[in-house]
C-alpha cells in the first residue's frame, strides 16, 4: 500500500492520522501539508477518510480549524469582488428544507443598494440548493463569465451564479469523502468548509443561517451554537464580519418544498403573499445584511427600510429585473409565471383529526427528492417541476379526511412511496403543541 510521505516537510501522513487518532493537536504547517494533498491528489482517498473519522471522534480546537478553513480558502481560485464598489455582503444557509430565503432576500438587499455578489451550490441529498432554484426558471443561466457577473453586480445590483469549478478544490474533494464516510457531522469540518468557501468568494460581511432541527444538519441548538460562534470566529480572523441566525428547521419553511414551486413562493413572498414563517425569516436576513453592508446600526431601522421596499414593490421589481439580466424569463400574465408544472397533483390526507404538532423536515424532503427533486450524487438529473405543497404546518386543526399535503408529481410509480413518508412526517396529536420560536438566537 503505498504511503503519502512528503519529502520536503518530511512529513508522514500516518504521523498526522495518528496523532489526531490520539487527540492531538496539529500544526499549520501539518494541516497545510493536508489540505495541499488534499487539493494536488497526492493524498489518497482512504488516508484522507482515515484522519477525517479521527477529526469526526477528537474534534478540532478553533485554532486548527481556521487553519484548516484558510487553508481550503486559499486552495483554489479566490475571487476578487472589489471592482464592485462597497461593502459585499454574502448570505449563507446550512441547508435546510424549503428554503427559498436567498430568492427574497437577495432583491430586497440590492434594491436597498448593498450590492450582493453570489455564489451558490446545488443541492445535495434531503436539502434544496439555491442554484438549482434559479435554474427551475426557464432560460435562467446559472453558469456566467466572471467579467459578466461583475459587471451584472455594477448594473443591477445582484446576480447568483454556480459556484466556479476551481473555488475551494480542496473542500470539493474532502466534502465528497466525508460524504461517503458518514463524516460529514462534525463542527470543525462543517464549519472550515463552510468557511472556507465563503472565504474564496470574496465578500467583506456575510450572514449565516444556522438551521436547527429535523432537517438540519445540527439537530440540537446548543450544538448548532457551537457551529455557529465557530464560523464568526473564523470570519473573524480572516478579517471577514459575520453575523449567524439561528433558525428553526424542525418543520420545512414555507409552504413548498421543490425547485419550481420554490419560486413561485418566493415571487409570491415578494408581491407580499407568503406564508410567515418564510416571510419573518427573509425580513430578519435582509435586516441583519443592511447592517452587515453598513446602511444602519439599527435593527429597527434596517427593518423599516427592508419592508417598505417589499411593500412598494421595489424587491419584486429587483428581482425581475435580475432575472431578465440572466436571461430568465418569466410570464406575468400566467399565474405560475410559465415556470415546470408536475402533470399530476395527489393528495396526501389525515388519519385522524386533532392539531399537527410536527411535520418532520428532514422526511419531507426526503419526499420531494423521492419524486425527483433532488439528486443524491452530484452528477444526478432533477426534475425542477416537482415537490411537495404543504396545506397543514405545525399548529395547525385537522379534522380525518382533510388534505394535509399535496404531491406534485410525474411519476405515477412514485405515488405510493412519496405519500407513505408524508404521512410519516405528519404527526398529529389531540392537544395543540407549544409555539416553538423560529429565530432562536443572534450570534455576533
Ligand atoms: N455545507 C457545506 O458546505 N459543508 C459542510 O460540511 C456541510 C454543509
Known amino acids: 500500500m503505498e504511503i503519502a ?39 489518497p482517498d482512504y488516508q484522507i477518510a482515515a484522519w477525517a473519522m479521527a477529526v469526526y471522534f477528537q474534534g478540532m480546537d478553533d485554532r486548527e480549524t481556521r487553519d484548516l478553513a484558510m487553508a481550503m480558502a486559499y486552495s483554489g481560485e479566490v475571487v476578487d469582488l472589489s471592482f464592485i464598489p462597497g461593502i459585499k455582503v454574502d448570505k449563507h444557509s446550512t441547508g435546510g428544507v ?43 443561466q446559472v453558469e456566467r463569465k466572471f467579467p459578466d457577473f461583475i459587471k451584472q453586480v455594477q448594473q443591477v445590483g445582484a446576480a447568483v451564479v454556480s459556484q466556479s469549478g476551481n473555488l475551494v478544490p480542496a473542500d470539493k474533494r474532502l466534502y ?69 441566525v439561528l433558525s428553526d428547521m424542525e418543520q420545512p419553511l414555507g409552504r413548498m418544498v ?46 423599516e427600510s427592508v419592508r417598505e421596499i417589499l411593500v412598494s414593490g421595489r424587491g419584486w421589481e429587483k428581482f425581475q429585473e435580475m432575472i431578465a439580466a440572466q436571461g430568465g424569463e418569466l410570464k406575468q400574465e400566467m399565474e405560475n409565471y410559465g415556470l415546470p408544472q408536475a402533470l399530476s397533483k395527489q393528495e396526501v390526507k389525515a388519519a385522524k383529526s386533532g392539531y399537527v404538532s410536527a411535520v418532520n423536515a428532514f422526511l419531507i424532503g426526503h419526499t420531494a427528492m423521492m419524486l425527483g427533486a433532488g439528486r443524491a450524487r452530484l452528477e444526478d438529473d432533477i426534475d425542477y417541476a416537482v415537490g411537495v405543497e404543504l396545506l397543514k404546518k405545525t399548529g395547525d386543526p385537522v379534522q380525518a379526511g382533510d388534505t394535509l399535503a399535496l404531491l406534485h408529481l410525474n411519476d405515477e410509480k412514485r405515488i405510493e412511496p412519496a405519500s407513505l413518508e408524508v404521512s410519516r412526517a405528519y404527526i398529529i396529536s389531540p392537544d395543540p403543541p407549544q409555539k416553538k420560536r423560529l429565530i432562536l438566537d443572534i450570534i455576533e
Open 98 to 140: 424549503g428554503d427559498k430565503t436567498t430568492l427574497i432576500v437577495t432583491p430586497l438587499v440590492a434594491a436597498a443598494g448593498i450590492p450582493v455578489a453570489k455564489m451558490s451550490g446545488r443541492g445535495l441529498g434531503h436539502t434544496g440548493g439555491t442554484v438549482d432554484k434559479y435554474a427551475s426558471i426557464p432560460g435562467f
Open 258 to 303: 421543490g425547485n419550481a414551486l420554490e419560486v413561485k413562493e418566493a415571487i409570491d413572498t415578494l408581491k407580499g403573499r407568503g406564508s410567515q414563517d418564510l416571510l419573518e425569516l427573509s425580513l430578519v436576513l435582509a435586516s441583519y445584511m443592511l447592517i452587515l453592508g453598513g446602511k444602519t446600526s439599527s435593527l429597527e431601522e434596517a427593518r
Open 176 to 244: 465528497a469523502i466525508r460524504d461517503v464516510t458518514a463524516t460529514v457531522e462534525s463542527i470543525p469540518l462543517i464549519a472550515s468548509s463552510i468557511m472556507s468557501k465563503k472565504i474564496a468568494s470574496g465578500a467583506n460581511s456575510i450572514i449565516l443561517d444556522v438551521k436547527v432541527g429535523s432537517g438540519a444538519f445540527m439537530k440540537e441548538q446548543e450544538k448548532a451554537e457551537e457551529l455557529a460562534r465557530t464560523m464568526v470566529e473564523i470570519g473573524k480572523r480572516a478579517g471577514r464580519r459575520v453575523i449567524s
Open 5 to 43: 510521505v512528503n519529502k520536503e516537510l518530511k512529513m508522514d501522513f500516518q504521523d498526522i492520522i495518528r496523532e489526531k487518532r490520539d487527540g492531538q493537536t496539529l500544526s499549520e504547517k501539518e494541516i497545510g501539508y493536508l489540505v495541499k494533498g488534499i487539493s494536488d491528489g497526492s493524498l
